[in-house]
């Protein structure tokens, strides 16, 4: 795209309703914020696995693996890759293999879904895949309180050629029933909206029509959907995303690290001490069996988080003790506080959490 075609565009993308900066609503667009680590890890049920905010679903009699690579077109320096494990060659009516990330609904209302002046959106990406075909995204509208719907659009894209990186643009049109209530998005930390990759779908989610809104729950992709599971060959890479008020994509907006990885944050905190016996927090013993201590979060975190402090052990002065269970995690005010139950402590006294081994001592989860 040329300099003058991308001003072209963005100026029509603000008139639109759009903005200049911050108009990507994808976080982690050019994969480079990977906190859980950047190797491979199976797929699963929804999990986040490796590159923030990008989750995966696995449900067919194969597998896959999702990490970050260092594989990225021009212009980019990370992408997230899968690859088949398991080939599953004939995928049955009621499986799937997706990559999804969720966004929050708070940082959609700019969209004015449920409203006459609910705005057209522009999604970029950049794919490259060695099994070519026919794709599909679905942007799923999620809420469906009050008169709302949960609402899904398909969307058809080709991968061309085999092991070349392609840029696909996608236009996200509202129709009639987006701009009605039925439509409308809350203004609330849940999920908004979540953006789909379908890698393969069983028949009963290819009832979708191409680029057409619906509100049955099961059109995810359309009939046309390749099975990219097929063959322990099929790799499928990812980066570049961007989705943004207007109709015409305009050029990936690049941010500074620290913006990126403060916005995945928001959802997921690791805390790596260092390595095996670092100290990374001072608490002290409320009992014989129980210690409590408190982190400060890196950035607010958008709800009450999960704590992991499966890596992590209590020193009291000389004396080593391992933490059989977590309870009582709670968010306030920048803040996590949470008990850590073990046995043999001397309560009241002051004592220490020490990292167990190499990798994050304790993760923070508040993910959509």
């Not at 979540?194 to 028949?203: H, K, P, R, T, Y």
């Amino acid at each position: 795209m040329s300099k003058a075609a991308d001003l072209a565009n963005l100026i029509g993308n603000i008139n639109a309703g759009g903005g200049g900066v911050n108009r990507n609503v994808i976080i982690n667009g050019a994969m480079n914020v990977a906190q859980r680590g950047t190797s491979a890890v199976a797929a699963a049920s929804g999990n986040y696995t490796t590159v923030d905010r990008y989750a995966s679903y696995e449900s067919t009699d194969g597998a896959y693996t999702v990490e970050q690579s260092t594989d990225a077109p021009t212009g980019f320096s990370k992408s997230l890759k899968a690859q088949v494990t398991t080939a599953d060659t004939s995928i049955a009516s009621g499986q799937y293999a997706q990559l999804v990330q969720r966004i929050e609904a708070q940082n959609l209302q700019h969209l004015d879904y449920g409203l006459s002046t609910a705005k057209t959106l522009a999604l970029s990406f950049f794919v490259k895949s060695s099994k070519t075909g026919t794709y599909c995204i679905t942007a799923y509208k999620d809420d469906a309180t009050g008169s709302a719907s949960t609402m899904l659009f398909p969307k058809e894209f080709s991968i061309s050629s085999a092991n070349t990186w392609e840029k696909k643009t996608i236009t996200i049109e509202p129709d009639s029933q987006i701009k009605s209530a039925t439509g409308v998005i809350d203004d609330d930390n849940g999920s908004g909206m979540q953006i789909f990759w379908n890698l393969a779908q069983g028949s009963t989610y290819t009832g979708g029509t191409d680029g057409t809104w619906s509100t049955n729950t099961a059109h995810y992709a359309t009939t046309n959907q390749v099975n990219w599971m097929d063959s322990t060959s099929n790799n499928f890479y990812l980066t570049g995303v961007q989705l943004e008020v207007g109709q015409n994509p305009t050029s990936f907006e690049h941010e500074p690290i620290d913006v990126t990885l403060a916005k995945c944050q928001r959802y997921f905190q690791a805390y790596d001490g260092g390595g095996a016996g670092a100290k990374f927090a001072t608490g002290f013993a409320t009992s014989t069996t129980v210690a409590q201590y408190s982190i400060g979060q890196q950035v607010g975190m958008r709800a009450n988080a999960t704590v992991d402090a499966s890596n992590v052990k209590i020193w009291d002065v000389a004396n080593e003790y391992t933490i059989s269970s977590v309870t009582g995690a709670t968010s306030y005010d920048g803040e996590v506080t949470f008990q850590a139950t073990g046995s043999g402590l001397t309560q009241y006294r002051s004592c220490s959490f020490r990292q167990q081994a190499s990798g994050n001592a304790i993760t923070i989860d508040a993910e959509l």
